[in-house]
């Protein structure tokens, strides 16, 4: 049984940072790309960041560089998104997902690709208001 499960998201206030985490089970996490979505109201999901298996090569989204990171621990199978000075932009429910890749360790698809991520975790609300 293939299982991603999110946490971490809430209401904080402009500028603050909070830390969300994926937790996987059921298939081979070290080669499995992982990736980070959010989708707010009235607008389609988007691609935040991505990170490759070996967790060498990282890719953002214009509107987050510099202001997120994205990590993971193969050890424990979980992917991390660190946001720092969070803006009300921000507001939206984040997904986490997966997408299976046996060739190179460093590869990554476009941001675009969303239809490539065929697993979903059910998400977590992230807020941003004064």
């Known amino acids: 049984q293939l299982r991603l499960v999110e946490s971490g998201g809430g209401l904080v206030q402009p500028g603050r940072s909070l830390r969300l985490s994926c937790t996987a089970s059921?298939?081979?996490?070290?080669?499995?790309?992982m990736g980070w979505f959010r989708q707010a109201p009235g607008k389609e999901r988007e691609g935040v960041s991505f990170i490759s298996t070996s967790g060498d090569n990282t890719a953002y989204t214009n509107s987050v560089q510099g202001r997120f990171t994205i990590s993971r621990d193969n050890s424990r199978n979980t992917v991390y998104l660190q946001m720092d000075n969070l803006k009300p932009e921000d507001t939206a429910v984040y997904y986490c997902?997966?997408?299976?890749?046996?060739?190179?360790?460093?590869?990554?698809?476009?941001?675009?690709?969303?239809?490539?991520?065929?697993?979903w975790g059910q998400g977590t609300q992230v807020t941003v208001a004064p």
């Open positions: 059921g298939f081979t996490f070290n080669r499995n790309i």
């Open positions: 997902a997966t997408l299976h890749h046996d060739a190179g360790s460093t590869w990554l698809p476009s941001l675009s690709n969303v239809n490539l991520f065929s697993y």
